[in-house]
């Protein structure tokens, strides 16, 4: 069973920033990143993602987060951390860490991050 360690979050105004930490020790990871699902019944989506190949990793994210989300890696420490700035009150949200490794993924519990207006 693989280990998924959230952390981060909270209540922050529109326009402030927060960063998330994810780290899966102990795992050969492919690649790790956030998703998030802004209210119950509603479809997760995705925030940002980095692959763990090679030295620089490619990323991915969502494109409402482009330009103001920034994924980056640990690699030797499998921890991901995601700066969030300019929050936006749709950015209100529950942010779930996954971990990706060969076909399987592995989920955290999900962090609530609520941007007041």
């Known amino acids: 069973q693989v280990q998924v360690v959230e952390s981060g979050g909270g209540l922050v105004q529109a326009g402030g920033s927060l960063r998330?930490?994810?780290?899966?020790p102990g795992s050969t990871i492919n690649a790790m990143g956030?998703?998030?699902r802004p209210a119950p019944g509603k479809q997760r989506e995705l925030a940002a993602l980095?692959?763990?190949f090679?030295?620089?990793g490619l990323t991915a994210y969502g494109d409402s987060v482009k330009g103001r989300?920034?994924?980056?890696?640990?690699n030797g420490e499998n921890t991901v951390h995601l700066q969030m700035?300019?929050?936006k009150p749709e950015d209100t949200a529950v942010y779930y860490c996954c971990v990706k490794i060969?076909?399987?993924e592995f989920w955290g519990q999900g962090t609530q991050v609520t941007v007041s207006s």
Do not use: E, N, Q
């Open 85 to 87: 700035s300019s929050l």
């Open 20 to 24: 998330l930490s994810c780290s899966a």
């Open 54 to 56: 090679g030295d620089g």
């Open 102 to 104: 060969g076909p399987d």
């Open 50 to 52: 980095v692959t763990f």
């Open 34 to 36: 956030w998703y998030r």
């Open 69 to 74: 989300f920034a994924i980056s890696r640990d």
